[in-house]
């Protein structure tokens, strides 16, 4: 079964670098076709097991809480509500692919991972494609290969490589996400093997570059120095400006790379970072964020049981042509509170649970463990200023495995302490010294029976 779940991820990957689509029918392709069958295969071997337990219940009952209230809303629009243009058979199809299948890539990879084995490779299989498809990118861009990678042409997206994730917002929320866990798999690897690993790093900064999305960039810079600070114990400050001065270099490595595959990459990067940036008007600097922001936060205000309900699953692109982005409004606004809560929970017992095994993590576990809160809290940056709609996968197949091997430093670490604590309460009591006659200094047995004698 472990080979199925590298297979899984490399199915994934092999869609979204080739463009491949794999459908076969609608809401079912070659990726459904794997993830329902292991998601089944999971739930017989814990039956026949019985070794299922709940690992991080708050976790388990914050993402049932998430998928049950999005499918009651969805059918309360389609039965009760019946908004215009809200067609249902499309918005359960978006239910499923979007929420329920993000969720089912969490729980077969959290209750998959069995061992440390199964985490290094489920890691490293990750990291590997992540990185090929940012390698790949590059090639595209430069002409040695032909797969399809979009560049903008028109408005704000004029002059931005998309990547292999979706638009350049998605591609590099991801790439702040998993670049860590490259990081890490790069920094434990041996041999040649350790040139890729450091190759995919520098080409996952590159695409970022490419990519002009200043919401990765501030999620980069905010995230990555929240974690920072955060993992302060783990992370000697000369380690910091180390790390920050290699950063910083690899950086400039990747933007020399992408101004030599994109030679007007720079002009988009002035336009986009610094003219628009800084421009008088808050809606011009945001891109038109504000605006969008405050015409949803209104809507939700002329109905003001929605700010506790919501409108309903996805009901808000019946409502208007721009996306949100804002993820933690678009939740606020489909899923009301329960959605937005849910969510937030998630992300937060994620970070703190991480924090937890940081502390008690020997060995190599540590990096992946202080990469993924680097990576979540770049990711937390970054879902206040855009949406991540196609690459959810890719981030809860991470959060589930890394998350798992979490739940299991800090629950052997527990059984520790609790079997040193019984070892001490069974150790039978010492026995007593020699009696210390009252006035006179501790003396040898011997010296004790000749006073006495006398």
Known sequence: MRMLFVLLIGTLAANDIFKAGMSLGPGLSVKNALLYPIALGLLFRMALTGRFRMRLPIVNMAFILWVTYAILTWVVCVTVIHYPGYAPLQMAISLKSVLVDSVLFFFIYFYGVESEQDFFLFTKTLAFFIGLANILTLADVAGLVHLGITIGSAGVEAGRVFGAFGNANDSGAVIVTLLPMIVAVATLSRGPARIYWYASAIASLAVLVLGVSRSAYVGLAIGYAAAVFLCRRWLPASKVVAWTLIGVTCFVIAAGVAAVLMPGIAQVFVQRLFNQSMASSISVASSGRTTI?????????AHPITLLTGFGWNVYHTMFVLVTHNYYLDQWFGL?????????????????TGLRAIVLAAGPLRPYMIALVFGMLGLAVCLVFGNLDQPWCYVWVYVGLTLRMAADIIEKAQKGVAAGAVQTAGRAPAAPGPARLPGLPARTPHRIRTLRSQ
């Open 293 to 301: 922001w405050m015409d949803a936060i209104s809507t939700m205000m």
């Open 336 to 352: 009301g509170l329960i959605g937005l809560f849910s969510f937030l929970t998630i992300q937060y017992q994620t970070v703190a």
